[in-house]
């Protein structure tokens, strides 16, 4: 009895998050599936240490199965052949503009950033982004801060066209995009992404509209990339069915997959998720992806340096 007590709920996980089940409060849970995956773990070997032959062949079954789908995020995958100029794009939340500009100012002065994506974009953040330096950086820029936590841009080193915004249905958070001129490589389509968060289960449903509500990969068409804060990590369907219609996560091809991204970091026992992502065209190669702290966030910076397609 105390071996099926323990592979039980191992399993069940499982099944939610391979069938891709998660609703309500489950969600939130699916996005702590590689803790689970290392404790599944735990019920095998008490099965073996107590040498119940059925619960250690389903216990091997859960833990194969929920190691199988965190494992290769630690592990670089096999990149496309490009010929084309290097690319390197910063993401970052920037919690209703508190995020220190010094700070990421500083990432985008010391990592040569050409593309910087920002979400929760206030008019303060802008102003004093600014007084860091940012416009002498990266002047080109697509903006719509907003206060609170609305609020999108993306800045870049080079000239952008087509520019807009949208705003998500579920907590109108909104996207700034652009189209962004790369010497040696076709139209670069950059978004920065924000879906609603699933805090709470009555807001589940919002979090379902704007993850589906992403633009699509367009493989056979324009490249495209989407870098932010998705409020999912790779063990969420919605976000693995946005990834199937033709982006690669830069950091589970980097073999950067397993770091986190939000904390939060402010004492609470919760341990980091990976929700901040950057996904780019599958034509694109990804060179590195790292992660960085920036203080007055509860999230880190995604930095991803990508290898385009030649023109």
């Known amino acids: 009895m105390l071996c099926w007590l323990a592979v039980v ?15 309500g409060p489950l969600v939130q849970a699916v996005a702590f599936t590689p803790y689970a995956a290392g404790w599944s773990l735990v019920p095998l070997v008490l099965a073996l240490a107590l040498r119940r032959r059925r619960p250690a ?16 995020r630690a592990v670089p995958a096999g990149q496309p052949a490009t010929g084309g100029p290097v690319l390197r794009l910063l993401t970052a939340n920037l919690l209703k503009g508190d995020a220190d500009a010094r700070t990421l100012v500083d990432l985008v002065r010391r990592h040569r950033v050409d593309v910087l994506a920002v979400q929760e974009f206030t008019p303060e953040a802008r102003a004093e982004l600014d007084r860091q330096g940012l416009a002498e950086l990266l002047p080109h820029r697509q903006l719509n801060p907003e206060v609170g936590t609305t609020g999108s841009g993306l800045y870049a080193r080079l000239p952008l066209s087509d520019g807009g915004f949208r705003r998500n249905t579920g907590f109108h958070f909104t996207q700034a995009y652009a189209t962004v001129a790369v010497p040696g490589a076709p139209p670069l389509r950059v978004e920065s992404a924000h879906p609603a968060a699933p805090y709470a289960p009555s807001v589940v ?13 367009t493989p056979d068409g324009p490249l495209s990339i989407l870098a932010g804060d998705f409020n999912a990590t790779l063990d969420h369907a919605p976000l693995r069915a946005l990834l199937a219609t033709g982006y690669v996560d830069a950091a589970d091809a980097a073999g950067a997959g397993l770091t986190g991204t939000w904390g939060p970091y402010d004492g609470d026992l919760i341990p980091p998720v990976t929700i901040d992502h950057v996904l780019v065209d599958r034509r694109i190669a990804v060179r590195s992806v790292s992660v960085h702290p920036v203080p007055g966030s509860d999230h880190r910076a995604v930095l991803a340096e ?3 397609p030649a023109a």
């Open 9 to 23: 709920p191992g399993a069940a996980w499982a099944l939610v998050r391979l069938a891709g089940l998660e609703r």
């Open 57 to 72: 062949v389903v216990a091997a079954v859960v833990a194969l199965s929920l190691l199988g789908t965190v494992i290769p």
């Open 205 to 217: 449903d919002e979090w379902f509209t704007d993850l589906r509500a992403q633009p699509r990969a």
């Open 306 to 308: 990508l290898r385009l």
